[in-house]
């Protein structure tokens, strides 16, 4: 099928959503997306950030589609036409969203540990105005720990459900989801401390904001003052192929690798998460690239540049 977004058309599989077919053709015109993963079934839909204008619905039915459609969850038709970045409804429309996504998130970016790394903070610079107009009070929550490395932090929560759904589909039994309807909904395990799986950590990787945080990292650095290696090791739990973030000699937290969009691309183990963090634990390979374009990725040495590695390391002196 032939779909042409914002003037770039490219052929793809039936069955492939706008969204999907945007990161095909990559670049600036791919929608921002804070609730579709594409390594979790079902998710998307919830936060309405990746709307996109259909201006051809087809080559049999050319009519566009009066409203804006959410291009996560809008498959194409055979001759479509749709705008992104070359709509100003698009870009108007989206500017609401990031101030209803912003109506109940708090701004403590100075004090959260997604600082850096928080898709909602990119949305806003890149997407939202330099003001709010809210004036109500926003609702607030308490932290909470649930299981004894992760700590939720419902207030900042944006209810996109990707951690529901990582739960659902990668552990082997789901104790939290999403409790109450409507603007009282929350994320919730009903019994505190109640998450304790071998994957669990992984709802920290997946979640775009801070809400959750990993217990064993919290306010130890600024994720830009650490850097980010590739890392491997043999586990029988999961792949063993992580990234360490380091700070001089010491590991200050492990994650899973993650794409240019910021997704997982392989889910690890809490074992590999939370309990290796000794530099021995890991073969060390080399500098992770960090493909978002983010504070993070700013100013970090790239493959191909060579950085000297502390000889304590043990994976030599020059690495590409
Ligand atoms: S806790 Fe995070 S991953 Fe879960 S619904 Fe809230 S924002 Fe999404
Ligand atoms: S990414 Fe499409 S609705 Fe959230």
């Not at 459609?69 to 809008?74: G, I, Q, W, Y």
């Not at 926003?138 to 459900?161: S, Y």
């Not at 009903?190 to 997946?206: C, L």
Request: aromatic share 8%; net charge neutral.
């Amino acid at each position: 099928m032939k779909v042409t977004i914002d003037g770039h058309t490219i052929d793809v599989e039936p069955g492939t959503t706008i969204l999907n077919a945007a990161r095909m053709i990559g670049g600036e015109i791919v929608p921002p997306a804070m609730c579709y993963y594409s390594k979790l079934k079902d998710s998307g839909g919830k936060c309405r950030t990746c709307l996109v204008e259909v201006t051809k619905g087809s080559e049999k039915d050319p009519r566009p589609m009066p409203k804006l459609v959410a291009s996560c969850r809008t498959t194409v038709m055979d001759g479509m036409e749709v705008k992104n970045i070359t709509s100003e409804r698009v870009l108007e429309a989206r500017k609401g969203v990031v101030e209803f996504l912003l109506i109940n998130h708090p701004l403590d970016c100075p004090i959260c540990d997604q600082a850096g790394e928080c898709h909602l903070q990119d949305l806003a610079y890149e997407h939202g105005t330099a003001k709010t107009r809210y004036e109500e009070e926003r609702r607030t929550f308490d932290q909470i720990d649930i299981g004894d490395k992760i700590k939720l932090h419902m207030t900042r929560c944006i209810m996109c459900f990707r951690c529901v759904f990582t739960a659902d589909q990668i552990t082997d039994k789901r104790v939290h989801g999403v409790l109450y309807r409507g603007d009282a909904a929350e994320i919730g395990t009903y019994i505190e401390k109640a998450i304790d799986n071998d994957f669990s950590g992984n709802m920290i990787d997946v979640c775009p904001v801070g809400a959750l945080t990993d217990k064993t990292f919290r306010f130890k650095s600024r994720v830009w003052f650490v850097k980010p290696m590739n890392a491997s090791r043999d586990c029988d739990k999961c792949c063993g192929k992580a990234v360490v973030w380091m700070y001089g000699n010491e590991i200050y937290r492990v994650t899973a690798r993650k794409d240019k969009y910021d997704e997982v691309v392989d889910f690890i183990c809490n074992t590999c998460r939370f309990d290796k963090k000794q530099v021995s634990d890991w073969n060390i390979e080399g500098p992770a690239e960090i493909n978002r374009h983010s504070v993070i990725s700013a100013n970090k040495y790239k493959k191909g540049i060579k950085v000297t590695a502390p000889k304590v390391l043990g994976y030599g002196n020059n690495v590409d």
